[in-house]
């Protein structure tokens, strides 16, 4: 079987996202004859294979204030590496650009007869860190520009729920890193039941 990860929190500098999937796949590695796919952005478009790993990495500009990480920008480089790769279960851990390619090869895949899951992966509270927060977080200039920001935030902040939510509606799958974190989850409306993985 051969299992991909798809995300944007994969750097040379990452936390606990870069520790979850070197440990999945240090996991397989030892205990299985499973594969892994990891599909992240880069400087440039590469390829590295490793035993049982491969790495895409698919050249990506930063995201804006949060340098080292990149954002992806070209779903048919994610699509291609998905077609050439051909996991069994892919995991979403970033829901911008990936989920679409993501949904197009799983559903090509099932149209062609062949199974594939696909999971979503609530690392954290999207809507709020990575769109509401930087607009609250703006310098003050003046009582109006702090109200219009605190609007601005909140409508972002509701689109993107709604957003994120969609997609999550859309997997096979739904994974949170907490209890807190599945709360947050139903908050964005996305119904049914999570797995919580500590």
């Known amino acids: 079987m051969k299992f991909c990860d798809i995300t944007l929190s994969y750097t040379e500098t990452s936390g606990g996202i870069r520790t979850y999937i070197d440990a999945k796949r240090e996991y397989l590695n030892r205990h299985t004859d499973h594969e892994h796919v990891l599909i992240i952005p880069g400087e440039t478009d590469e390829t590295i294979t ?4 491969t790495t895409y990495r698919i050249a990506s500009p930063y995201l804006p204030g949060c340098k080292p990480y990149r954002v992806f920008w070209r779903p048919d480089k994610i699509k291609y590496a998905l077609d050439e790769s051909a996991p069994d279960a892919v995991e979403l851990g970033s829901f911008y650009v990936s989920p679409w390619p993501t949904f197009r090869y799983c559903q090509q895949q099932r149209d062609a ?10 690392h954290s509270d999207i809507a709020d860190a990575y769109v509401a927060g930087p607009i609250r977080n703006m310098p003050h200039w003046s009582d109006l520009t702090d109200w219009l920001e605190d609007r601005l935030a909140d409508l972002a902040e509701s689109g993107a729920e709604a957003y994120v939510g969609a997609v999550f509606e859309r997997c096979d799958v739904r994974l949170a890193a907490s209890s807190p974190q599945a709360t947050r989850l139903l908050e964005y409306g996305v119904n049914g039941y999570f797995d919580v993985v500590p």
Do not use: T
């Open 113 to 122: 007869g062949r199974h594939v899951v696909v999971g979503g992966y609530f």
């Open 50 to 53: 490793a035993g049982p790993n």
